[in-house]
């Protein structure tokens, strides 16, 4: 029988400043990951998520691979912006459906030169 395969997270390389930058670290990420999982999490369709963030003070958007995995693409703060608009959210589904056919020599490819970062559990 085969195996079930892993869930994987990742950020981009931009979410990764910004995530910084608002003292949110990995963990704190991973654990969100996990909520989305559990359906705790805003569902815009076409494998889009906003997750609330860093005591509600933040929200990011979330891309679903199959659901097997989740990339961490933008991130803003609640008092600069209610949410994303139309257009920004038709974009998200674009690029989840990029990141949903990616293959995982993309992934691996992604991954050394720098566009996404594997979560990870330890900072």
């Known amino acids: 029988m085969p195996k079930k395969p892993l869930t994987r997270a ?3 390389a931009w ?3 910004a995530a910084r930058k608002a003292r949110i670290g ?3 990420l991973i654990a969100a990951i996990r909520e989305v999982m559990q359906g705790q999490a805003d569902d815009l369709g076409g494998g889009v998520f906003k997750k609330r963030l860093n005591k509600n003070m933040h ?3 979330v891309l679903g691979k199959g659901r097997r995995h989740w990339v961490f693409a933008y991130l803003f703060a609640k008092k600069d912006r209610a949410n994303i608009d139309d257009d920004e959210l038709a974009d ?6 990029a990141y949903d056919r990616m293959t995982d020599s993309e992934l691996a490819s992604a991954l050394r ?3 996404l ?3 990870c559990d330890e900072e």
């Open 117 to 119: 970062l594997e979560l």
């Open 92 to 97: 998200f589904k674009k690029l989840a459906q």
């Open 15 to 17: 979410f990764s400043k």
């Open 59 to 61: 929200r990011s958007i």
């Open 10 to 12: 990742f950020k981009t």
């Open 113 to 115: 030169q720098g566009d």
């Open 26 to 28: 990995d963990p704190a």
